[in-house]
């Protein structure tokens, strides 16, 4: 049973350009969260998804991120118009459950994000 | 918001000396998680405590949560250089959509 995947691993942008992170949470997992770890920093929490409905965004910026999690496919973090502050390592974990007392969250290997 | 503050930032010991990191809040904490992000790697669920006054053990780790549940502590006894990393404490917060909030984290360095 493969463990939450994420690609790219390393991404390079430069500024201006687009950035489009993919997550594929673990199998009979239907709940997604992106989390943005800075340098030294700890897991800042971004969204939450379901599949094909986004739960909380309480945690992202409101220009120029978005996430999606369609009924097919990956979930995706996309950020638009890249700046250097964006650099960053984004994680993505998968439940299999709504986070309640019993439920642990599974990581992928995040993708580090470098914007030149 | 619920929050939690974690202490020490930063520790290092000699290999075989003892550790500990340990995490506040001002309310009440129906449970909370200790995760463990190994340098260039991600995290990794290690425990959920959600008694007060719980205690439980994974060989040289010793999880804990006060008995107010306002608190809770990580130990590790005689460190090795495979329990390097960044130790992270994260809790629920209700409401809403109760989403994990992770401490900053303490990280572990240890000296052969």
């Known amino acids: 049973n493969a463990g939450v995947m994420q690609n790219p691993r390393h991404l390079v942008r430069r500024r201006g350009q687009e950035a489009r992170l993919r997550c594929s949470p673990m199998?009979?997992?239907?709940?997604v969260y992106w989390y943005r770890q800075l340098p030294e920093e700890g897991l800042k929490f971004m969204v939450y998804?379901?599949?094909?409905?986004?739960?909380?965004e309480s945690g992202m910026p409101k220009e120029r991120f978005s996430a999606e999690f369609p009924k097919e496919g990956p979930s995706i973090l996309r950020i638009q118009q890249v700046v250097r502050g964006d650099s960053a390592a984004y994680f993505c974990?998968?439940?299999?459950?709504?986070?309640?007392?019993?439920?642990?969250?599974?990581f992928g290997p995040g993708t580090r994000l470098t914007v030149l | 918001g619920q929050q939690v503050m974690q202490i020490p930032q930063y520790q290092h010991v000699q290999e075989g000396e003892d550790f500990t990191t340990y995490c506040n809040s001002s309310?009440?904490?129906?449970?909370i998680q200790w995760y463990k992000q190994r340098p260039g790697g991600h995290p990794v669920f290690l425990i959920q405590?959600?008694?007060?006054?719980e205690v439980k053990k994974q060989k040289r780790l010793t999880f804990q949560f006060g008995e107010a549940k306002k608190n809770s502590s990580l130990h590790i006894t005689a460190t090795q250089t495979t329990d390097v990393g960044t130790y992270f404490c994260?809790?629920?917060?209700?409401?809403?959509?109760?989403?994990?909030?992770f401490g900053k984290g303490t990280k572990l360095t240890v000296n052969p």
């Open positions: 974990a998968s439940s299999r459950l709504a986070p309640d007392l019993w439920n642990e969250q599974f």
């Open positions: 199998k009979g997992h239907s709940h």
């Open positions: 998804l379901q599949k094909e409905n986004i739960i909380d």
């Open positions: 309310t009440t904490l129906s449970n």
């Open positions: 405590l959600v008694k007060s006054g």
């Open positions: 994260a809790v629920i917060r209700q409401g809403g959509s109760e989403k994990l909030v």
